[in-house]
């Protein structure tokens, strides 16, 4: 387990860019472009909920560093489940986590992932590089579509394994933009394609968080058989609203993060 949360976020960082070379531009483009500077707001990390690889094996990484965990959120038509986990220090960045409810899956899929996870050393899942490890097993890319065709998140963990599914820009922390629709432009603006579903910006001030994303980038993946290109990860925004007591909302909100898991869906 990192010791340092700075670190452990520096590599998570590094094998995030290497598959969304969109969020690194946009990071450019915010920081050298806009003169701004750039604060995470969270990451998304995903799994199947299968020893040894379930959602309490990677929140442990995050414990181990003085996180506590906040809220629960339930996906049911996506058969996921999540939670999120806040640092006692405000500067932290959130980690949301979802996982794969596998028994409530096609015996096709369940079978196909307990292959996968069997393939999983246990000793890795506790090791320093866990997080940012990428994929641990072999896979082919008819395995893929067929998955495909009932889960795109169980694709996406086959195709991708273990690593940030997205980072999220604070834009409470940005200087010359206030609003989701100002990002969303500046995005369209550098040739980005915003995830439209359920609207371009999801949620609200009743919300307490308002949050867009771009589509996931499409990068090669090396199956057993064969290269193919594939979503890989998106850049998301958030903007949160003070609650009563006058500090900024640090949940989630389930209805607009049911839309924003689909910035992973092959557009068109």
Same mark, same amino acid.
Not at 117 to 125: I, M
Not at 184 to 187: D, G
Not at 236 to 247: I, K, M, S, V
């Given at each position: 387990? $990192?010791?340092d949360?700075?670190?452990l976020?520096?590599?998570l960082w590094?094998s995030? &860019?290497e598959?969304?070379?969109s969020?690194?531009?946009?990071?450019r483009?915010?920081?050298?472009?806009e #003169?701004?500077a750039?604060?995470n707001?969270?990451?998304?990390?995903?799994?199947?909920n299968?020893?040894p690889?379930?959602?309490?094996?990677?929140a442990?990484?995050?414990l181990?560093l003085?996180?506590?965990?906040g #809220? /629960?959120y339930?996906?049911?038509a996506?058969?996921?489940y *999540?939670?999120h986990?806040?640092h006692?220090d405000?500067?932290?960045?959130k +980690?949301f986590?979802?996982?794969?409810?596998?028994?409530q899956c %096609?015996?096709?899929?369940q079978a196909i992932?307990?292959d996968l996870?069997?393939?999983?050393?246990?000793? %890795?899942?506790t090791?320093?590089?866990f997080?940012y490890?990428g &994929?641990?097993?072999?896979?082919?890319y008819q395995?893929y579509?067929?998955l495909?065709?009932e %889960?795109?998140?169980?694709a996406?963990m086959? @195709?991708w394994?273990? &690593? @940030?599914? $997205?980072?999220t820009?604070?834009?409470?922390h940005l200087t010359q933009? $206030?609003? +989701?629709?100002?990002i969303?432009?500046?995005?369209k603006?550098h040739?980005?394609?915003?995830? *439209?579903? #359920?609207?371009? +910006?999801?949620g609200?001030?009743?919300?307490l968080? /308002?949050?867009s994303?771009?589509? @996931?980038?499409r990068?090669p993946?090396?199956?057993?058989d064969?290269?193919e290109?594939v979503p890989s990860?998106?850049y998301?925004?958030?903007? &949160?609203?003070?609650?009563?007591?006058?500090?900024l909302?640090s949940?989630?909100v @389930?209805?607009s993060a049911?839309k924003?898991f /689909?910035s992973t869906n092959?557009a #068109?």
């Open positions: 387990m $990192h010791t949360r700075a670190s976020f520096q590599h590094q995030y &860019r598959v969304t070379p969020a690194e531009e946009i990071h483009i915010l920081g050298a472009e #003169g701004q750039i604060v707001d969270h990451i998304a990390l995903r799994t199947f299968l020893p690889v379930g959602l309490d094996a990677l442990e990484h995050f181990s003085g996180y506590r965990q #809220g /629960e339930h996906f049911e996506k058969k996921l *999540a939670r986990y806040e006692p405000p500067d932290a960045p +980690v986590i979802s996982e794969l409810l596998v028994e %096609s015996p096709a899929l992932v307990k996870v069997a393939q999983v050393s246990p000793d %890795s899942v090791a320093d590089n997080l490890s &994929r641990h097993w072999e896979v082919d395995t579509r067929t495909l065709e %889960s795109e998140y169980a996406w086959a @195709a394994g273990y &690593r @940030a599914n $997205h980072f820009v604070s834009i409470n933009f $206030h609003t +989701v629709p100002e969303n432009q500046l995005l603006n040739g980005y394609t915003v995830n *439209a579903s #359920g609207g371009e +910006v999801k609200s001030p009743d919300d968080l /308002e949050q994303s771009t589509m @996931a980038d990068m993946v090396r199956f057993s064969r290269e290109t990860c998106f998301e925004f958030a903007l &949160r609203y003070p609650t009563a007591d006058g500090t909302y949940g989630f @389930a209805a049911d924003i /689909e092959a #068109g």
